[in-house]
């Protein structure tokens, strides 16, 4: 077992503590008391003051105490903030008093006392990386490694950074002792374990969703800004709306990441030298947003959005509606998809969309195939050729240098086992279950290559099919803003004021959109995180301009 580094636990001193009490109460417990259940939600802030509270997981090796909180310490992590459900249980290992904070007063904490956040984050985002990093989990999930519907749990768990241990029935002798201790079956598999407490048989998203507590909006929830899609963008105008004091609810249909959260890793982002990986930057945004008071919900779809009076409505596909005063649409852009046979049977057994530790745990010592040109498909190749016997990059262009950037392409030629494809393309998947080889055609010549991985990195069709009719976007689905709506788009959208629409408002006054979802953007994740927090002064300005009216 991993030893814990030292920044997973802090003792306040008396002085913090003064400065906490006021934000709860006090309570003696005996020795034994549970203090909080396996899978609650919005947890107290537990902090021990005499006696020590004992930390407890249920594990796929048993129940083991990860540690224990002596006076001055406070117990949880990362769900905490959040309000998720716990993955552990906290007892009373010897008797004393344990300051409770409730949740929505810890919040307030993490607002109006700059140094005691920087503790409580600091400290919750250490233990949760000491989780990932650790190798034992109280969540566990048992599946086949090409079986499609465990690709997709282990998926949503991993952008929401909820750690897990994978076990493949084929190849671990731990998932048979697991499933023979709990009663599961081959049948059963995919399964996905919570602790003690829960065993799912084949769950859906919406089960995961509920069994970890990623989604807790309730029908009718208001807000003055709503942001759909929790990208880069969408969660700079999170972090920013909410630390000026605007009430956020940010929706994304997959999590926090977007389509840069795919990527391995980002080098040319401002501040991160030594790079950062795209769901690494995506949980720090994601976190900062909470820590003002942002509420993120996923796996959660927009279907539409209507008028409500003076306001917005948006129904969830589940028949939620959400109220808002302005909307961020912030839904970016998907990867194309290839027109071949058995492309949607082989998505999630040999044909993926992001290069993250999950695929690379995967695609082990095997070949496999990235296509496309621009720099998420470097990025992907150079992280995937560390494990994997070889990468062949493929892409339609003769010269790769005239959509990736310099860097990437100098990494990619002085790799050995990173083969370049130019003026090449796939032509056919061959395989049953699973991928198992594909047709590359390359300037007209057929060659066979035993692959059962390709990754898929071309283009970008955004998500806006939600979108109203009448709102005005290009031909080809992108949102039009600010300059790039003609006269004639306002008149069509029924524009009702006399000032024109600013640079990232829509045809419809008090929406707005950033990032790769709008027309003319740069497809960079600076450029979305620009948009996003630079909007945010614009939706002041016209909150108050409606406040005014």
């Known amino acids: ?98 300051l409770h904070i409730p949740h929505d007063k810890f919040k307030r904490v993490l607002v109006e006392n700059s140094g005691l956040s920087d503790v409580f984050v600091r400290t919750f985002t250490a233990r949760r990386q000491f989780g990932h990093e650790s190798g034992m989990s109280t969540v566990v999930v048992i599946g086949e490694s090409y079986d499609r519907e465990t690709f997709v749990s282990r998926n949503l768990l991993a952008v929401h950074g909820v750690p897990h241990v994978w076990l493949d029935p084929k190849s671990d002798e731990l998932a048979d002792q697991v499933m023979r201790a709990r009663g599961i079956v081959a049948d059963d598999l995919p399964v996905v374990l919570r602790g003690a407490s829960l065993v799912m048989k084949q769950p859906t998203l919406a089960d995961l969703s509920e069994a970890f507590g990623l989604d807790l909006l309730p029908d009718g929830a208001c807000a003055d800004v709503i942001v759909v899609g929790a990208g880069p963008g969408g969660l700079a105008s999170s972090v920013y709306a909410a630390s000026e004091g605007l009430s956020v609810l940010t929706l994304d249909i997959r999590g926090p990441g977007g389509q840069a959260g795919t990527s391995s890793k980002i080098e040319n982002y401002l ?77 999630g057994r040999g044909i993926y969309y992001g290069a993250t530790a999950m695929e690379a745990q995967l695609c082990r010592a095997s070949e496999v195939a990235m296509v496309g040109a621009g720099n998420s498909a470097g990025q992907g190749a150079v992280f995937l050729a560390k494990t994997a016997k070889a ?93 790039d709506l003609a006269n004639l788009d306002l008149v069509k959208a029924g524009w009702p004021l006399e000032r024109m629409p600013t640079r990232f408002e829509t045809s419809w006054p008090r929406i707005y959109a950033v990032g790769d979802a709008r027309v003319g953007s740069v497809k960079r994740v600076a450029s979305a995180v620009g948009e996003g927090s630079v909007v945010v002064s614009d939706i002041h300005a016209a909150l108050s301009e409606m406040e005014a009216s």
């Open 1 to 98: 077992m991993a030893v814990p580094p030292p920044d997973v636990n802090y003792t306040l001193s008396a002085t913090e503590l003064d400065q906490l009490k006021p934000y709860g109460e006090i309570i003696h417990h005996e020795t034994g008391d549970i203090l909080t259940q396996e899978g609650a939600r919005n947890l107290d802030c537990l902090v021990t003051l005499s006696g020590h509270t004992d930390i407890i997981a249920e594990t796929s090796e048993g129940a083991r105490r990860l540690g224990w909180m002596e006076a001055g310490q406070f117990a949880g992590d990362i769900t905490v903030l959040t309000g998720q459900a716990s993955l552990v249980r906290v007892e009373m290992g010897q008797a004393g008093d344990v």
């Open 271 to 347: 501040g991160f030298p030594m790079g950062i990986s795209g769901q690494e930057l995506a949980d720090r945004a994601s976190i900062q947003a909470q820590k003002f008071g942002a509420r993120i919900a996923a796996p959660v779809k927009v279907c539409s959005l209507d008028h409500n009076g003076d306001d917005y409505c948006l129904s969830l596909e589940d028949g939620r509606k959400l109220n808002s005063k302005a909307v961020v649409i912030a839904t970016g852009a998907q990867y194309r998809k290839l027109p071949l046979d058995k492309l949607a049977q082989f998505e």
């Open 391 to 483: 990468v062949h990059l493929v892409y339609r262009r003769e010269d790769i240098r005239e959509t990736m950037s310099e860097y990437l392409v100098r990494r990619l030629e002085e790799t050995p086992n990173i083969h370049l494809h130019p003026a090449s393309q796939i032509a056919k998947l061959h395989g049953e279950e699973r991928l198992e080889a594909i047709d590359l055609e390359t300037r007209g010549e057929p060659v066979l290559l035993e692959t059962p991985f390709v990754f898929l990195f071309l283009g970008a069709a955004p998500f806006t099919e939600w979108l109203p009719k009448d709102m005005s976007c290009s031909e080809t689905g992108f949102v039009k803003t600010g300059g």
